[in-house]
């Protein structure tokens, strides 16, 4: 059974940095590319980072580039979201979401099949 | 401000039909882009409920449906249950944006 379980939020202030966790079980992170996916309060959804399967590449939304830095730990089977810089607009409840990408007409496409539950990160002084 | 638009709220009373709009534009569903849905319960994790425009997972009833023309797509839940009250976003993919997913601002379903 698939299992994605975050941890790590928090109360931080403004600068401030923090690093969330999240242990997958049920399948290998090596064979999926990962991501983070956010919610505000009483707002919709924002992709915010991934990295792919294989190599490891990473991609971060602009809202949060430079201070982001996804990554996984293949031994542990975990994906990892370190932040820093951290700003009141990143008050949000972050989910761990695997991700499903392929190809088909000539494009691309890609949609997420299995969430956490999500860590709640409160930026405020 | 979301770059796929979906209406805030939609309602329905038991066992009626409702559809829920998803509208892109030429870079995101209106360049050939799937969409997929998630329904959202209160207090819970996004599910996936509809992918690749009209695909269900399995264990997702056959009374959730999705379609695709254009630049738009929607969700139709028939026979509308109580359990069905929740949040639903769609989510497409876009040429032209950093990072390239996309969503929906969401939409309320009520079941009256």
């Known amino acids: 059974e698939v299992q994605l379980v975050e941890s790590g939020g928090g109360l931080v202030k403004p600068g401030g940095s923090l690093r969330l966790s999240c242990a997958a079980s049920g399948f290998s992170l090596t064979t999926y590319s990962m991501n983070w996916v956010r919610q505000a309060p009483g707002k919709g959804l924002e992709w915010v980072s991934s990295?792919?399967?294989?190599?490891?590449?990473?991609y971060h939304a602009d809202s949060v580039k430079g201070r982001f830095t996804i990554s996984r730990d293949n031994a542990k089977n975990s994906l990892s979201l370190q932040m820093n810089s951290l700003r009141v607009d990143d008050t949000a409840l972050y989910f761990c979401?695997?991700?499903?990408?392929?190809?088909?007409?000539?494009?691309?496409?890609?949609?997420?099949?299995?969430w956490g539950q999500g860590t709640l990160v409160t930026v405020s002084s | 401000q979301s770059v796929l638009t979906q209406p805030p709220s939609v309602s329905g009373a038991p066992g009626q039909r409702v559809t829920i709009a998803c509208t892109g534009s030429s870079s995101n569903i209106g360049a050939d882009h799937d969409v997929h849905w998630y329904q959202q319960l209160p207090g819970t994790a996004p599910k996936l409920i509809i992918y690749a425009n009209n695909n269900r997972p399995s264990g997702v009833p056959d009374r959730f449906s999705g379609s695709k023309s254009g630049t738009s797509a929607s969700l139709a839940v028939t026979g509308l249950q109580a359990e069905d009250e929740a949040e639903y976003y769609c989510?497409?993919?876009?040429?032209?944006?950093?990072?390239?997913?996309?969503f929906g601002g969401g939409t309320k379903l009520t079941v009256l």
């Open positions: 989510q497409s993919y876009d040429n032209s944006l950093s990072g390239n997913v996309v």
């Open positions: 990295v792919s399967s294989g190599d490891g590449f990473s």
């Open positions: 979401a695997r991700d499903i990408g392929y190809d088909s007409r000539a494009n691309y496409h890609l949609y997420f099949d299995f």
